[in-house]
């Protein structure tokens, strides 16, 4: 396989893989690029490499700034700006977690914050505050495991990361 069938594969399949972890495949394709990329591209450069308008280009780099997984970087001389990825694995896959959690698992948790208050002294109340304990009770150690895997250093963190995907 050649370099730019590789590319190609590479980028299509980051973008299927990013709607797995909450993004959507035109903001995962881009950041593949920006992956493969040996230097910054510019926002012209990422809508030409991947065929996208200019809106949908800026608006994923916006989103891929805020995961921390893109940082703006400049060039002297030159007036527009530029992007390249964060290439620390660790950093990636931990900036992912942060966010996951944050759209994800914190919302859950205060909404079964609310529930466990549920009134009511028949078997189907009874039964929904179990339910909300037991998920509570689950989404707290999530919740635990997953900020102890953020503060963890990058080999004890992709140690675990490796054994629990195996």
Known sequence: MNYEDGKDKFIQSWGTLGSSWGISRTMA??????????????????????????????????????????????????????????KDMAKVVKSIIIQRKKRELEPMLRILDDLTGVEGQDQEAEEMRKVVKDLKLFSHKADSALDALVKADSNWFFSTFLSMIR
Do not use: C, T
């Open 29 to 86: 394709q881009i950041h593949a690029l920006l992956l493969l990329s040996p230097e910054a591209l510019s926002a012209d450069e990422v809508m030409e490499n991947l065929q996208i308008s200019r809106g949908n280009a800026n608006m994923n780099l916006r989103a891929l700034i805020d995961w921390q997984l893109v940082y703006k970087e400049h060039k002297q001389g030159e007036r527009r700006e530029f992007f390249v990825a964060e």
